[in-house]
Every structure is written in C-alpha cells, then in structure tokens.
C-alpha cells in the first residue's frame, strides 16, 4: 500500500501547511468579526495538553489496533512539536478543499478510501479533546470549590478578627471610660475642696467687708457732715461776701460820686494848693476802691477788712469833700473882700490897675508845680474827641454796607472785609520781601485796585461804601493786633508797625482811625483818665477804663495790663518806624514828637496803681533808645525827673500786691541811667531783614 501512505504524508503535509492549520467551524458565519479576530492570534494549546498527552493517550493506546497505535504514535509525536495544533473534529474536515466532491464515481471510491484513517483519527481527537475538556471542567470545578472553601475560611478568619478587634475596643472604652470617670471623681472632689475653701474666704471677706463697710459709712456720714458744715459755711460766707459787695459797690459808687462832687469844687477857677491836693488824694482813694474790687474780683469776695478800708477811705472822702467846701467858702469869702478891697481902691486911685496873669508851670524839662494834673489838658482832649467823631462818622458813611439785608451785598461786605484783615493777620518777621508783598497789597486795595483774596478779585470799586468799610476794618485789625499778637509776642510789635506806618502816610485816614480805634480801647495812650459820671452804670465805666465786661463778670486784672501793654507797644513802635520803600522827604505822619509829647503829659497827671508803671516800661522799652538819640540831655533830664519825682508818687499809691511792675520800671530805669543808654528794643528790624 505504498499510494495510501503517500496520500497520509500528503495529507499530513497539508495540515502541517498555513491552511492546514486553520479551523473551520460551522458556526463562524454565525460569529462575525470575532473570527478574524481569532485567527490573527496565534493558536496555543490547553495548559493541560501536555499532562493528558502523558497520562491519558497510553491508557487509551493500549486499547487501539496497531494501525491505530501508530497512527497515534505519529499525532503524539506530532503534539511533541511546540507549534501542535489540535486538528479539527471530523466534520470540519468534511468541507476542506481536498474533500470536494468529485465529478465521476472513480474519484469518490478513492477519496471514501482515503478518509476511513482520517475518521479514525478524528474519533480519537474528539476524544482527546472531550477528556481535556472534561479534565479543564472537573479541574474548574475542584478550584471554583477551593476558591470557596478558601473564601469561607477566610471569611471566618475576618469574622473572627473583628470581634476579636471588637472585644478589643469595647475593653479600651471601658478603659478610657474608667480613667475619665476617675479623673472626673478627682476633679469633683477638688473642686469640692476649693468650693468648699473659697466659701470659707469668702466668708472671711463678707466679715471683713462688713466691718469694712461699718467703719466707711461712719467716715462718710462724718465727711458728708462736714461737707454739709462746710457748704453752709460757704453759703453764708458767700452771703457775706455778697452783701460786702454790694457794699462795696455801694462804696465806690457814693465815692465816686463825692470825688466828682470834689472835682467840680472850684472848677471855674485856678485852683490853689490847697484845693489840688484834696482832688489828688480823692484820685488816690478812688484809684484804692478800684483796687480792692479788682482783687476781691480775682480772689472771690471782699473780706471784712476790705470793707473797713473802703468805709474808711469813704470816710476821708468825705472829709476831703468838706475840707474842700470849706476851703472853697474860704477863696470866695477872700475874693469877695479883695474885690470890695479893690473897688474901695480904684475908687480911691481913679484908672484901673491891668494886672499880669501868672506865668504857667513848665513841663517836665522845668520847674515843676508841687501838685500834678488829675485831667487830660483841653487841647488833647480836644484830639480825642475829633478822631472819635471822625470814626463816628466813617462807621455812618458805611451803615448801608453792614445793615443790607442783599445776599450779593452781604457777599461784598465780606469778601472786603477778608482782603483787608487777612493781609494784616499774615504780618510776621520773616523776611522783609513778604512784608512789602502784603504792604503792596493792602495799598492796592486802598487805591481801589483789584487784589485777589480767597480765589476771587475784590475791589473796593464794587459798592459804593467799599473804601470806608476797608479803611475802618483795616485800623481795627492793626489795634486787634496789638491787643492780641503784640500783647503774646513783644517782637511782633515792629513787623505790624512799620506796615502800619507806611499804610498811614499814603492813607492819613487810616492813620486818624488806627488813632481813634487805639484811644477807644486803651484811653491811657492819649493818656486820658475817664471820670465816672453821676447816672453812669459801673459796668459801662470799667468799659471806659479799657477793662473787658462779659456777663457783667470784668477780666482780671494780669490779662487787661497784658493788652494795654501790647497796643502801647505798638503805638510806641509806630512813632519811631517809617516804611523804608517810601520818600523819605516828607515827615512821619506821626512821629517822635507825639511820643515826647505823650510822655510829658503822663508825667504831668497823677499815677494809677499798677497801670502807670506797667505803660512806661513798655513805652520806655520800646521808644527809649529812639527818644535818647532824638533829644539826647532833656531825654536823660526826663529821665532823672521820673526817678526823683514821680517814682514816689507811683510807690505811696501801690499795694504790696502790686509792686511787680513798679519794681521792673524802678530796675529798668536805674541801670539806664547808670550806662547813660536806653538799648536798642529786642526785635528791631534792622538792615538785614529788608535784604532777605
């Protein structure tokens, strides 16, 4: 049989071929694209082939014929190959190419001839394969029953773990449990302890508190006893001190009553020393009321000694108002027997005798009369009275401004007002370069030029009453400056001066009432003394003195001799200042000879306690060195002549209390006369500021 077995190696060749080596299945129509899929893979054999290849094939082999067995024998050592390939069952075979069915008998006896082997063979593949799957099953089946009973220990395992881990936890919490609950009983007890411990000292401090509290209340109800003692005390002393000063009012105002009675005692006629005398002590005595009321005013109210001294110097001006109705009833009894004398001898000689009149007492330089002035002479008086109206009148010719009830006009009014005080206000010793910048500025809006005040122009050209509102506003600002700037800083008295003084001699007007403004707030510049008159409310009087009334409450005393020495400090640096930027042919609009003048008329009237030192070491101060240079041996005579003279009037008048500024004038004045030189005022602008 040599053709069959060249048809089993054709065949087997063929199976060992690409092609022979695919399966075909029936169902892979059915499977789509999943085919494709298998047949890129490469073919692998069950994990299990090799251990039936071993095990099974020989048990099987010894039932099969010898043809079979060496059938076998090929196909295992076939399946010793690595690339082995299980061959497809039988009816895959069936539709191979090479079994296609042939067109005559001939051919089909030979292919049925060839294919008993193949299914022999393909009976025992299917065998093999069943018992590999059965194996694949039966192993399957003894790991999916392992996994379980591996899972099912393993789940015990778990179950045991957890409560194990649960006994665990249960035996930490009653652990944990029992610590806090120990330490809780432990901290109870402690703060038993301390509760029990606090109660105790609190106990101890409710006792001590209320012995405390017990003695306290005693020293309160002894303080509040004495409070109430000493409010009643202060009740009735204050209702003493009240009725002392009315009393005292009462005092001061019948005296000032009997001293004008005293001043109008001869008034028409040339008064003797006898009469000048009585009226200088009723000036003393006056001027010593005041004094008290100025104290009790400062310190609270008058004591019963300063009643008894108001009572006695009452009193005494009394006995001077009869001493002086004496002596007047004396003169005129006198006259009247010269005169009956006189006719009797012109009767006797014919022709009348013209007789000279006596020669008045020279000022200061002079001789001087034992008995000083108490009034200001008529012709500065006259003065006065003249820059008074003329300030009168300016504030008439500007009523319409002040009283409009017009927004716009009330809108110029005070934007004028704004460009005339501001300039003033800005005055200081920086450099001379702002000084002439705020000069030329005040002189513009006096020409009636448009300056710029607070981001606007103004000019005085805007209403008609401008130019005398600016004018009276700008002398009242240079005074208030005086009174307040020059009252605080000393130096600030030149820089206001000398713009001052050059805004006068372009505008005399100005001048007349930065004048009117200064004599109204500070009399004793003229020097004037004003008298009380009889009607007269008290409080209108201490106006007139220069003092500040507010809710019928005057200021003390320190703070009205604070302004009158600031504006007799400007007054003294105006005199003697010119603005350096003006002609200097002309002369100052009001100049050294009005402070020469003004200190010989202070000497000539008598000294008011406190104020009369306090003005002339000011003006002294001040004016000194300028008045040394200009009159040089009557300056010095002057001088001596304050010394020897008036400083024991200024002393006999002055209380203990009020000796601080005598003393400073007294010290001041003696170690000028001992250099023989008035120094040169602290802040005089020389030379050098007018270059910066």
């Excluded at 029936?26 to 082939?49: F, I, K, M, N």
């Excluded at 196909?75 to 067109?103: E, H, M, N």
């Excluded at 193949?118 to 018992?131: F, T, Y």
């Excluded at 009330?410 to 004028?416: A, Q, W």
Aim: charged residues 30%; aromatic residues 6%.
């Amino acid at each position: 049989m040599p053709s069959e077995s060249r048809c089993w190696e054709t065949l087997q060749a063929l199976r060992s071929s690409d092609k022979g080596r695919l399966c075909y299945h029936r169902d892979w129509l059915l499977r789509g694209e999943d085919v494709l899929e298998e047949c890129v893979s490469t073919p692998q054999l069950s994990s299990y082939a090799g251990w039936v290849v071993d095990h099974v094939l020989p048990h099987t082999q010894e039932n099969l014929s010898p043809s079979e067995t060496s059938t076998s024998s090929r196909s295992t050592s076939g399946l010793d190959r690595p690339s082995f390939v299980p061959k497809p069952p039988i009816r895959s075979l069936a539709f191979s190419p090479g079994t296609a069915a042939a067109p005559d008998g001939t051919k089909g006896k030979r292919e049925s001839q060839h294919t008993e082997p193949m299914l022999l063979q393909s009976a025992r593949g299917i065998k093999v394969e069943g018992c590999i799957r059965m194996y694949e099953l039966v192993h399957r089946m003894k790991g999916t029953e392992g996994l379980r009973l591996w899972q099912e220990e393993q789940e015990r395992k778990v179950r045991a773990l957890s409560e194990m881990a649960s006994e665990q936890l249960k035996r930490f919490d009653e652990r944990k449990e029992l610590k806090h609950h120990k330490e809780f009983q432990d901290l109870r007890e402690m703060m038993e302890k301390s509760s029990r411990e606090a109660l105790g000292q609190q106990e101890k401090l409710k006792a001590e508190h209320r012995h405390r509290a017990k003695i306290l209340n005693l020293k309160l109800w002894e303080a509040e006893q004495q409070r109430l003692k000493q409010v009643e005390q202060e009740r009735l002393r204050r209702e003493e001190g009240q009725v002392r000063l009315r009393s005292l009012y009462a005092l001061q105002e019948e005296l000032l009553h009997l001293n004008q009675q005293l001043d109008s005692v001869g008034q028409h006629r040339d008064l003797k020393g006898d009469l000048l005398a009585l009226r200088s002590r009723g000036n003393q005595l006056c001027g010593l009321i005041s004094g008290i009321i100025r104290t009790t005013s400062e310190n609270g109210f008058p004591t019963a000694e300063d009643q008894a001294v108001a009572e006695r110097a009452l009193q005494e001006m009394r006995d001077l108002l009869t001493d002086a109705r004496a002596c007047e009833d004396k003169r005129r009894q006198e006259e009247e027997e010269a005169q009956v004398k006189r006719q009797e001898s012109q009767m006797q000689q014919g022709p009348e005798v013209r007789k000279e009149c006596p020669a008045p007492s020279q000022g200061p330089g002079g001789n001087r009369s034992e008995d000083l002035q108490v009034k200001v002479q008529d012709s500065t008086m006259q003065w006065y009275q003249q820059l008074q109206e003329a300030s009168r009148q300016c504030v008439l010719a500007f009523e319409g401004l002040t009283s409009s009830k017009d927004s716009q006009v009330k809108k110029i009014k005070m934007d004028l007002q704004k460009a005339a005080t501001i300039p003033v206000s800005q005055i200081s010793t920086i450099a001379g370069s702002k000084l002439k910048e705020i000069f030329d500025k005040i002189h513009n809006l006096l020409s009636g030029k448009p300056v710029q005040s607070g981001g606007r122009s103004v000019s005085v050209t805007l209403n008609p009453q401008g130019l005398d509102f600016v004018q009276y506003k700008l002398a009242e600002k240079f005074v208030k400056q005086g009174e307040e700037e020059v009252a605080s800083h000393h130096e600030a008295a030149f820089p206001i001066a000398v713009v001052a003084s050059g805004i006068w001699e372009l505008h005399p007007r100005v001048g007349d009432l930065i004048l009117a403004h200064l004599h109204k707030n500070c009399p004793y510049s003229v020097p004037f003394y004003p008298a009380f008159r009889e009607g007269m409310a008290l409080e209108d009087y201490q106006r007139m003195l220069g003092y500040q009334v507010k809710d019928s409450k005057v200021e003390q005393q320190d703070n009205f001799l604070k302004r009158m020495s600031g504006m007799m400090r400007l007054y003294a640096a105006i005199i003697q200042l010119r603005w350096p930027y003006g002609t200097r042919q002309e002369v100052h609009p009001h100049g050294l000879n009005h402070g020469w003048r003004w200190l010989a008329q202070i000497l000539n009237m008598e000294p008011l306690s406190d104020v009369t030192a306090t003005l002339l070491f000011d003006f002294l101060e001040v004016c000194g060195n300028a008045l040394m240079k200009q009159y040089q041996a009557q300056f010095w005579k002057m001088m001596l002549l304050i010394k020897e003279d008036y400083f024991p009037r200024i002393e006999a008048i002055t209380s203990s209390g009020q000796m601080g500024s005598f003393i400073r004038l007294k010290q001041f004045l003696e170690k000028c006369l001992q250099r023989k030189e008035i120094p040169v005022p602290k802040g005089f602008l020389t030379s050098s500021f007018w270059r910066s």
